[in-house]
Each structure stands twice: as structure tokens, then as C-alpha cells.
């Protein structure tokens, strides 16, 4: 059997936060449903990562929706990511 595909949106309240300042990292994961072409919600447990490093773990609504917030101590640039764990068919 072959995967399916997923995707991550991701938007973020503040992409140059003040330091201290708690950001808001919000989106939807979809998985494709090839017979109907589209992309349709999925729930599932994603991952936070900051420079590699996982930070917490959360899962998207029966919509596919989810939002996650934290707060950055140090000013610099950070690498963000949004991580799916999936699943025996996804």
C-alpha cells in the first residue's frame, strides 16, 4: 500500500518577535485523497522543532486545525518547524 501525501500551513502571529514575547505558530494539516482529488483535514500528533530541537508535541482538531505558542529568550534567528509523526497509511 502506498503513502499518502500530507501537508503542513503554518503562519505565525510575529515573524521579528520582541524578545519575551510569546509567538503563535497556527495552521491546518490535510492529507490528499487521490479518488477525489483534494485535499482534505486530518487529525493527528504533529512536533514542534526550534533549531532541531524538538520542543512539544500537539495535535491538530477533527479539522485538521491546530495552534501552538512559545516564547523566545534569545535574540537571533530561529529555524521553526512543524513536524507530522504519521501514521500506517500516512
Not at 504533529?46 to 512559545?70: A, P, T
Request: net charge positive.
Amino acid at each position: 500500500m502506498a503513502k499518502s501525501r500530507t501537508r503542513i500551513s503554518l503562519h505565525t502571529s510575529d515573524k521579528k518577535p520582541s524578545v519575551g514575547e510569546e509567538v503563535t505558530f497556527s495552521g491546518y494539516l490535510q492529507v490528499y485523497d487521490g479518488r477525489l482529488k483534494r485535499w482534505d483535514p486530518l487529525k493527528g500528533k504533529l512536533m514542534l522543532f526550534i533549531d532541531g530541537i524538538k520542543i512539544r508535541e500537539f495535535s491538530s482538531d477533527n479539522y485538521g486545525c491546530f495552534e501552538v505558542k512559545h516564547t523566545f529568550r534569545i535574540p537571533k534567528r530561529y529555524d521553526v518547524e512543524i513536524r507530522y509523526d504519521g501514521s500506517a497509511k500516512t
